[in-house]
């Protein structure tokens, strides 16, 4: 048999494959399995130190039953091999818990109830499992057989068949995970290793070794997961949610690794059926889960329009195919609940539209809102990527009307106003409604652009939604120190919705100096506000996007761009297209995990007369979330809303 490095390969649609097979196909991006009785350097905890031990593996050949289910040979030591290599890293357990702890707690968005993710943790913290890998323990032939002995336990639960009913309840599930199985386990670590990633732990330069060897064993685990399970679990598709995020922070949203994994994803919850309402009903799956998976696919939903914005590429997921409804505006202890009295009173919780009749901010309030922006996008790239006749003004007026109705619809204390900075309310929570604010803006802003390329006399409107974006931008940036996650989001903001907005700003100014004859800012505009806010904003982006950032050196070229503008504005000595021309970039190579085309360009080249392309071109967002962000962010990507809605958009989701 060829070894497993020799057989891994990327396969579109894993899940067409029949289970059972023995040469399974990999998913994912390979990671390196060590051989059973090779020496690795690993991490391990001495008090609060982390210092790198070598020891052996220890890892014997499995048992006869440990193959049942993956066939015999060198393919159960594989497995088994991989397993151990995954369970090595739990000798940092404490550290490992402790850095999920912080940050679910500090997470909007999460993909699973926080208290189901604590209560698995605190059973597997207590498990014999733990404290088969603790220290000095390993290093004894009795700890290594333990070792062993769990590995091949783990492999035997992780490739039974995860059997979920309509009486199934939450205890059930959580002791289903408990065993624990391969999945849960790299669940756990990849929150653990994107609360590394956003700087969550004290001396984070410290873990950045641990973070790096959990992001590592959760692919592992994901991968050995797709190789054993029959069947995808719930558990699967949270791992290789939190995996896509903490890829977009490694290698950014447009790394063509991140589109793939997005595909996977999408392609497990097709064939789960998540996107068909049928499938949550009351005769088959238990309440709480049912929310839960409504909470998974709306997520989805939403990344698959905005990385399909960010690639210009279709959507994979489509709503004309899907009736899967939005998640009940509930708290994670009610979405858990799961006695007969319990599910009676949710009925008195949310309204007959689904919100909460409480006012809050809850992780599923976050959601029903990001579900409800992905379907305009979705008809907002069906006009730009569509083989069909261009939409007329018309249709794109309705469009805008139904947008507005839509946001102006969510219950008052969703609703953003700038008095908001002034109140008691948590940073935090203003901050996301003012992300949600910019989000809306954002799809009015790609209608008015829609419509420029159907008649030039629309642009003034482009020019206003783009001054009032900017406006909110400044204000958020003026507020900064109201609570730290500002701090730390704040350059997501100024990237993704400030610089394309401040350079369609500058290119108003230049057009109405260049031929005031010919082009006029409208009304609504004043030249001079408009002036102090440039100046502000660039400001402000060197502050938060100075040297030693991500973004430092494609912020500095767009900044220089429309500095030069605005002095060539009030010097009057406009004269040409070279703004244009500065903020245009070199068109990236996907492929080799480049910077997408900014939306910088695409702002600053779009004639009066239009010329769009896709949406690509307006400005992106770029992962998580937020998720800071910033750090998260390494490209430009269409919506912010992917940040806010994971640390990504977990701190700004």
């Not at 004894?140 to 070792?147: H, L, V």
């Amino acid at each position: 048999m060829r070894s497993y490095a020799d057989r891994r390969q990327y396969h579109p649609a894993p899940l067409t494959q029949r289970p059972g097979r023995q040469s399974q196909q990999i998913t994912l991006t390979p990671v390196s399995v060590s051989s059973a009785h090779s020496i690795s350097s690993k991490l391990t905890v001495e008090g609060d130190v982390l210092s790198p031990v070598q020891y052996d593996t220890g890892v014997a050949s499995p048992t006869p039953d440990s193959t049942d289910y993956l066939g015999s040979g060198s393919a159960g030591d594989e497995h088994l091999t991989g397993i151990m290599e995954v369970l090595a890293q739990l000798a940092n357990w404490q550290l490992i818990e402790q850095t999920a702890r912080i940050y679910l707690s500090n997470s909007s968005v999460p993909i699973a109830p926080v208290p189901l993710t604590l209560q698995i943790m605190s059973s597997i913290r207590n498990s014999k499992l733990v404290a088969a890998y603790r220290h000095n323990v390993r290093r004894t032939d009795e700890g290594r057989a333990s070792q062993l002995h769990h590995a091949q336990e783990i492999l035997r639960s992780s490739a039974r068949e995860a059997v979920i009913t309509s009486t199934t309840t939450v205890s059930e599930l959580c002791a289903m995970y408990s065993l624990p199985r391969i999945e849960m386990i790299g669940h756990i670590f990849a929150l653990a290793a994107r609360g590394i990633c956003y700087r969550l732990v004290r001396d984070e330069h410290k873990y950045e070794a641990l973070g790096q060897d959990l992001f590592r064993c959760s692919k592992l685990a994901q991968r050995l997961a797709y190789d054993l399970t029959p069947r995808p679990t719930d558990a699967m598709i949270w791992l290789a949610h939190e995996n896509l995020q903490t890829l977009t922070l490694i290698e950014g949203d447009a790394s063509l690794g991140v589109w793939r994994r997005l595909g996977d994803i999408a392609n497990e919850v097709l064939a789960l059926g998540f996107h068909r309402e049928a499938t949550h009903a009351a005769s088959s799956t238990p309440f709480f889960l049912a929310e839960i998976r409504r909470r998974v696919f709306s997520s989805v939903y939403q990344y698959d329009k905005a990385y399909a914005i960010l690639f210009d590429r279709p959507p994979r997921i489509a709503s004309r195919y899907a009736d899967c409804k939005a998640p009940l505006d509930l708290s994670d202890e009610q979405v858990l609940a799961d006695t007969p009295e319990a599910l009676e009173l949710i009925k008195t919780y949310v309204t007959e539209e689904g919100w909460n009749v409480r006012e809050g901010f809850r992780s599923t309030t976050w959601a029903r809102i990001r579900y409800s922006l992905g379907a305009f996008r979705e008809e907002l790239i069906e006009h730009y990527l569509g083989s069909g006749p261009a939409p007329t003004d018309e249709v794109l007026e309705e469009l805008s009307i139904r947008c507005c109705a839509s946001r102006r619809s969510l219950p008052a204390y969703l609703q953003y106003s700038r008095e908001l900075w002034k109140s008691d309310l948590p940073g935090r929570d203003i901050f996301m409604l003012a992300s949600i604010h910019l989000s809306y803006m954002k799809v009015e802003l790609y209608i008015r652009r829609l419509m420029n390329r159907n008649d030039p006399k629309n642009i003034p409107c482009f020019w206003v939604v783009s001054a009032r974006m900017l406006d909110n931008v400044i204000l958020m940036g003026s507020i900064r120190d109201k609570d730290d996650c500002l701090s730390r989001d704040l350059p997501a903001i100024m990237y993704n919705y400030g610089l394309p907005c401040a350079a369609t700003v500058a290119q108003a100014l230049h057009e109405t100096s260049k031929t005031p004859s010919l082009h006029q800012l409208p009304g609504e505009l004043d030249r001079a506000s408009l002036i102090r806010n440039l100046s502000v904003f660039l400001s402000d982006l060197e502050s938060v996007c100075g040297p030693g950032s991500l973004n430092h050196e494609y912020c500095t070229q767009a900044a220089k761009a429309i500095s030069a503008t605005l002095d060539s504005v009030l010097n009057g000595t406009v004269a040409s297209d070279d703004f244009a021309a500065a903020l245009t970039p070199a068109t990236p190579d996907v492929g080799s995990y480049a910077t997408p085309t900014s939306a910088l360009p695409a702002l600053a080249n779009d004639k009066l007369s239009g010329g769009v392309t896709g949406l690509n071109d307006l400005a992106t967002f770029d992962f998580t979330n937020f998720d800071f962000l910033s750090a998260d962010l390494t490209n430009w990507n269409p919506d912010m809303d992917m940040s806010w809605t994971s640390t990504n958009g977990d701190w700004s989701l």
